[in-house]
């Protein structure tokens, strides 16, 4: 994105003096900031409906409307009311008078005649801060435009690659159906393999893209996570895989939350610990309820993790394992794992070493 280009700075000065006008104004004057003039109090506030200054720097002593009078109506207006006032001053120091400018919304007193390098330096500050806001101004207006563009990839995600991918599934289902070819027969179990995947990594950017999007929803109801999990393994049967799962649960195993959000989150632990496990090693997944305030699932197997994974596993776009790259994953399961639990306002806790092998815990809350 190209960065927006920002105008001259501005600060307004009043004095119904002319030639103090023209002498701060040539103090003060420099590339980059415009110094705009003012001999009233009528004449600032047209001004400052027209043009956003860093500073004002108000002559006390004016004709009509003084320099206090001006500053309650630039306080008094939402346009103006954070425009930092600096007044300038011929008379002799009064601490009346000071609190009056002070209470008008003044942010300092100066004292003429006026030392240039204090005046530059005080300005100095304020077109700074200024142009801080500014800055902060442009990058909020580029996170807007950040935030637009991925509701516009969660659009294309969710309609424009889901649809034909769709399509191919339900292509390669039908040659199985239809064929009886082995070649043929092989090359639509590669085409479902690969849709089924994709079709996983496309509902893990979309997760992403919602979560940090802050359009996360949750729906809470009572659910049993034991039979959730137990319906959650069942499913492995398509694929042989049931077998390496056992599955145990103590207490009471009913609680609120989403079904869908935390079995997505089951199943993101049962497929890594499937994978990285030893092919005929056991995956063991225990539901402890014996909690009166809260549930816990713990899915664990024989591999270990190296600990600088361990420190990171949690994190988008992180392998979770030694043969995460070859798996075509995008390391984002373990990352949607944690921020699913986490809405729930559980945690998620995880342990790997020689003598236990790998455990992560879900910890929700029971309601």
């Given at each position: 994105m190209s960065p927006i280009v920002q105008p001259d700075i501005k600060l307004l000065v009043v004095d119904d003096v002319a030639q103090n006008l023209v002498a701060i104004t040539a103090l003060l004057a420099r590339p980059g900031l415009t110094v705009l003039t003012a001999q009233s109090g009528t004449e600032a506030l047209e001004r400052l409906l027209v043009d956003e200054v860093a500073v004002a720097l108000v002559d006390v002593q004016m004709p009509g409307m003084d320099g206090f009078e001006l500053a309650e109506l630039i306080r008094g207006t939402e346009r103006t009311r954070h425009t930092p006032l600096i007044f300038l001053t011929a008379g002799a120091s009064d601490p009346n008078r000071a609190f009056r400018g002070y209470e008008a919304g003044a942010v300092d007193f100066l004292h003429k005649?006026?030392?240039?390098?204090?005046?530059?330096?005080?300005?100095?500050?304020?077109?700074?801060?200024?142009?801080?806001?500014?800055?902060?101004?442009?990058?909020?207006?580029?996170?807007?435009?950040?935030?637009?563009?991925?509701?516009?990839?969660?659009?294309?995600?969710?309609?424009?690659?889901?649809?034909?991918?769709?399509a191919i599934v339900n292509g390669a289902e039908l040659v199985t159906r239809l064929s009886t070819d082995e070649k043929v027969l092989k090359v639509a179990g590669i085409m479902q393999s690969s849709a089924a995947r994709m079709t996983r990594m496309i509902e893990q950017l979309l997760d992403v893209a919602r979560i940090r999007s802050g359009r996360l929803e949750m729906k809470p109801a009572e659910n049993d996570l034991h039979k959730l999990s137990q319906s959650l393994i069942e499913e492995l049967d398509r694929d042989g895989r049931r077998e390496r799962v056992e599955l145990s649960a103590e207490g009471a195993t009913v609680g609120r939350f989403d079904a869908d959000r935390i079995g997505a989150a089951i199943s993101n632990l049962l497929g890594n610990a499937l994978q990285h496990g030893a092919a005929s090693a056991k995956v063991r997944v225990h539901v402890d309820g014996r909690s009166s305030d809260k549930l816990s699932l713990t899915v664990s197997n024989e591999g270990v993790i190296p600990a600088g994974t361990l420190a990171t596993m949690f994190e988008p776009f992180h392998a979770s394992g030694p043969h995460s790259g070859a798996s075509g994953g995008l390391g984002l399961g373990l990352y949607i794992v944690n921020e699913f639990v986490k809405a729930h306002g559980g945690k998620v806790n995880a342990r790997s070493n020689d003598r236990e092998g790998t455990c992560i815990e879900l910890a929700l809350p029971r309601s």
């Open positions: 005649p006026i030392d240039p390098m204090v005046l530059r330096n005080k300005v100095e500050v304020f077109i700074e801060l200024h142009a801080q806001k500014k800055r902060m101004a442009q990058q909020l207006e580029e996170l807007k435009v950040a935030l637009k563009m991925n509701e516009v990839f969660v659009a294309v995600l969710g309609h424009d690659l889901r649809n034909p991918l769709g």
